[in-house]
C-alpha cells in the first residue's frame, strides 16, 4: 500500500526534480515532512520495484559519448539481463523490442575509451555480445507516467 508520501513522490517529482544543492530537503520542505522521510519513502519505492533509478536523461552526445546498443537475448534470460543491464550507471533504461535483438539501450560514458570499457563490461557479466549502432535521428521519449493518485 502506498502511503501519500509515496504517492506525491511518484506523482509530483517525475519531471522538474529540484536541481538544489540538497534536493531531497527542498522536496521535504514542500511536502512538510523531514528529509529522512522523502530519502526513506524513495528507498522504499526503489526496494519495491516502483522506481529504478532517480537521476537526469542526458541527450545522447551532449555530454560524453554515446551509442545504442542492441543485444539478443533468449526470452527466458531476458529479464535477468535487463536487470544486470540497469545496474550500469551509464544506462538510462532498457526496453524490449520484438525483433531477434530484443533488448535495446543508450548508453552514455564520458568518453570514448569508458564507453568501450562499458561496453566490455556488459558483454563479460552478461555472457552475450552487443551491438552498437550510430545514433541516426534522435527521439525523446517522454519517460514520465502521470499516475494521478489519490494523495489522501
Known amino acids: 500500500m502506498l502511503s ?33 522521510d522523502v530519502l526513506t519513502a524513495f528507498n522504499s519505492l526503489i526496494d519495491d520495484d516502483f522506481i529504478s533509478r532517480i537521476g537526469p536523461i542526458i541527450p545522447p552526445n551532449q555530454l560524453g559519448k554515446s551509442t545504442l546498443v542492441a543485444m539478443a537475448i533468449p526470452p527466458g534470460r531476458l ?44 558483454e563479460r557479466r552478461t555472457g552475450f555480445k552487443t551491438l552498437q549502432l550510430p545514433l541516426l535521428d534522435e527521439f525523446f521519449i517522454d519517460l514520465g507516467f502521470p499516475l494521478k493518485l489519490d494523495h489522501d
Open 79 to 122: 529479464e535477468g539481463i535487463a536487470e544486470i543491464i540497469s545496474s550500469f550507471r551509464e544506462v538510462n533504461h532498457n526496453y524490449e523490442r520484438e525483433h531477434r535483438f530484443n533488448l535495446w539501450f543508450v548508453l552514455i560514458a564520458s568518453s570514448k575509451q569508458h564507453l568501450q570499457n562499458v561496453i566490455q563490461s556488459i
Open 4 to 36: 501519500p508520501l509515496h504517492k506525491h513522490l511518484l506523482d509530483d517529482y517525475q519531471h522538474d526534480f529540484p536541481l538544489t544543492l540538497r534536493p531531497y530537503l527542498t522536496i521535504a520542505k514542500a511536502l512538510g515532512v523531514t528529509e529522512n
